[in-house]
């Protein structure tokens, strides 16, 4: 099994949307009994929160269910749990290097950094523009399954 976690922030925008994405995208490729998905926050705020109603709501409107997402922290442990942590932005990334006392391990990579866009997820808790995100992180998505592809045997 490869184990693939996304964090952000709160867990309540980016990478719960980026969770959800990616489980719709295993689905379709018949690749969910190969390839598990969490997200995970590097902040204390939303612990146990459903997402932002503007996450819910791009979900809905592109018809990926946002079932089973709950707002939790990243945890040092979880290094050793997933094979791909993946951050949405830069200080995403140095955070999560100081959380699990890993620092410029290949495992943990900026999202964008796997597509031509090579910048931050811009975040719809200040932009507002979930759509914007949605966008970018469908590009995200899609790339980080071809790394995952060209790295492990998938049958
Ligand atoms: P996220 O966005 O990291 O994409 O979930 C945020 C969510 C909540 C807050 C900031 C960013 N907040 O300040 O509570």
Redesign the pocket.
Same mark, same amino acid.
């Given at each position: 099994m490869i184990n693939v976690l996304f964090v /952000?922030?709160?867990?309540? /925008?980016?990478?719960p949307m980026a969770e959800a994405l990616f489980r719709d995208i295993l689905k379709k490729e018949n690749l969910s009994n190969q390839i598990t998905v969490d997200s995970a926050?590097t902040s204390s705020?939303?612990i146990g929160s459903p997402p932002?109603k503007g996450t819910l709501a791009i979900l809905k409107k592109y018809n990926v269910s946002s079932n089973g997402l709950v707002g939790r922290q990243l945890a040092k442990e979880d290094f050793e749990k997933f094979d791909y942590i993946i951050g949405?932005d830069e200080s995403n990334v140095k955070n999560i290097f100081e959380i699990t006392g890993k620092p410029q391990h290949p495992k943990i990579i900026r999202l964008l950094d796997l597509t031509q866009h090579n910048k931050d997820v811009p975040?719809?808790?200040?932009t507002g523009d979930f759509e914007e995100t949605y966008q970018l992180v469908t590009d995200g998505c899609q790339a980080l399954l071809e790394k995952i592809r060209n790295e492990q045997s998938l049958t």
């Open positions: /952000c922030l709160g867990n309540i /925008c980016r990478s926050a705020w939303h932002h949405m975040d719809p808790y200040y």
